[in-house]
């Protein structure tokens, strides 16, 4: 959601699917409007400044209901 990487890109860099990053950062939560997928380099990229994340995934996942 942050670089668009298509799945088979991120499969063909990866080798793998392009992961599921929690957006409150709860692992125990699995509602479908906190999760978002994320390559492997976003993923890593976002474990900083988290409430700054959270806030921007969960506006974006609002704007795109």
Partial sequence: MLCAITEVEHIEKYNC???IHHITYDKMCINEDKLI??????????NSN?????NYFIKLVEENK
């Fill in 50 to 54: 988290r409430t700054k994340w959270t």
């Fill in 37 to 46: 997928s994320l390559c492997h380099e976003c993923n890593g990229r976002v």
């Fill in 17 to 19: 699917k392009i992961p």
